[in-house]
């Protein structure tokens, strides 16, 4: 009975010994340890996932990636197969940071591919995102052209911002990812989690009902959150000074709406009453939803 105890404390402690080199990036004594381990309990279920991180230690840092295609398949192996094995073996924290590190390497080995979008997924960015690099995420966002109108690099921006310096200053880039296009900023938000958007967004699902979506042309899926912007306004009126430095894009109806939304806080400011109906009659042609949410409040 006694030789079973430490036979059992022998194959934990390989396994241990294993992981631990493995945590301070030490490929040869991971090796060293796998071997004794493989050696002495061939049938050791942990022996192919420690063989798996080994092997992905092993391969970083690479060299830069030839093309979109090589870079896909590092990702993928990546996401489906190295990331389980890391958390099946690591406690979570010890996995994220060990993780971090390798998507820092396939970050920097994406580098000098352009981005496409038609795989928008396989650039460097998001490999920063997934390293926890927000500066390093936010400088490549900056060298994609135009990515201030192209919906993947505007949501990676505002999720990098968000992450490395909070809600106040993402929120014009909310506003304009909610016009570009809804369903990323559907997946953005909830991926946030932010308390404060969430709070809202209940009540915009539960409490506004637009009489009318935007045209195909101005959205990319059904759910009306290119409203969300402008509605904003009626429940949270101080964040009017963050939400008008959102850029002007297509002047669709909810980007015009929310433009109304600003002006009649403005008017109201400085009791226009005059120009203040007119103002909301012009929010009410352009959406009686908002106009009926704006009304509530006063």
Same mark, same amino acid.
């Given at each position: 009975?006694?030789?079973?105890?430490?036979?059992?404390?022998?194959?934990?402690?390989?396994?241990?010994?294993? =992981?631990?080199?493995?945590?301070?990036?030490?490929?040869?004594?991971?090796?060293?340890?796998?071997?004794?381990?493989?050696?002495?309990?061939?049938?050791?279920?942990?022996?192919?996932?420690?063989?798996?991180?080994?092997?992905?230690?092993?391969?970083?840092?690479?060299?830069?990636?030839? /093309?979109?295609?090589?870079?896909?398949?590092?990702?993928?192996?990546?996401? /489906?197969?190295?990331?389980?094995?890391?958390? +099946?073996?690591?406690?979570?924290?010890?996995?994220?940071?060990?993780?971090?590190?390798?998507?820092?390497?396939?970050?920097?080995?994406?580098?000098?591919?352009?981005?496409?979008?038609?795989?928008?997924?396989?650039?460097?960015?998001?490999?920063?995102?997934?390293?926890?690099?927000?500066?390093?995420?936010?400088?490549?966002?900056?060298?994609?052209?135009?990515?201030?109108?192209?919906?993947?690099?505007?949501?990676?921006?505002?999720?990098? $911002?968000?992450?490395?310096?909070?809600?106040?200053?993402?929120?014009?880039?909310?506003?304009?990812?909610?016009?570009?296009?809804?369903?990323?900023?559907?997946?953005?938000?909830?991926?946030?989690?932010?308390?404060?958007?969430?709070? =809202?967004?209940?009540?915009?699902?539960?409490?506004?009902?637009?009489?009318?979506?935007?045209?195909?042309?101005?959205?990319?899926?059904?759910?009306?959150?290119?409203?969300?912007?402008?509605?904003?306004?009626?429940?949270?009126?101080?964040?009017?000074?963050?939400?008008?430095?959102?850029?002007?894009?297509?002047?669709?109806?909810?980007?015009?709406?929310?433009?109304?939304?600003?002006?009649?806080?403005?008017?109201? $400011?400085?009791? +226009?009453?005059?120009?203040?109906?007119? +103002?909301?009659?012009?929010?009410?042609?352009?959406?009686?939803?908002?106009?009926?949410?704006?009304?509530?409040? +006063?």
């Amino acid at each position: 009975m006694q030789l079973d105890i430490f036979d059992h404390g022998r194959d934990l402690m390989l396994r241990n010994d294993v =992981l631990a080199a493995l945590e301070q990036r030490d490929v040869a004594a991971a090796q060293a340890s796998w071997g004794e381990l493989q050696e002495e309990y061939p049938d050791d279920a942990s022996l192919a996932t420690l063989a798996l991180l080994i092997e992905a230690q092993e391969r970083s840092p690479g060299p830069a990636f030839g /093309d979109h295609e090589a870079l896909h398949q590092a990702r993928r192996r990546m996401a /489906d197969t190295v990331g389980p094995a890391a958390h +099946r073996s690591f406690d979570p924290p010890t996995a994220a940071a060990w993780l971090a590190g390798l998507w820092r390497d396939l970050a920097q080995r994406a580098a000098p591919l352009p981005f496409r979008a038609e795989c928008s997924d396989d650039h460097a960015v998001p490999l920063w995102l997934l390293a926890g690099d927000w500066p390093a995420a936010m400088d490549a966002v900056a060298r994609i052209q135009a990515w201030r109108r192209t919906p993947a690099p505007l949501a990676w921006m505002a999720e990098a $911002r968000w992450r490395h310096a909070g809600l106040d200053i993402v929120w014009p880039l909310l506003a304009e990812l909610a016009w570009l296009a809804p369903g990323r900023f559907d997946t953005l938000t909830r991926r946030l989690a932010d308390p404060a958007i969430d709070t =809202l967004r209940r009540r915009f699902d539960a409490e506004f009902e637009p009489e009318f979506e935007p045209d195909a042309s101005e959205a990319d899926d059904d759910t009306g959150l290119a409203w969300f912007p402008a509605w904003v306004l009626t429940e949270k009126p101080a964040l009017a000074h963050l939400l008008a430095e959102a850029q002007p894009l297509r002047q669709t109806a909810p980007e015009r709406a929310l433009r109304l939304m600003l002006e009649l806080l403005n008017l109201e $400011r400085q009791g +226009r009453h005059r120009e203040i109906v007119q +103002r909301r009659r012009d929010l009410r042609d352009t959406q009686a939803a908002l106009y009926a949410a704006y009304l509530k409040t +006063r």
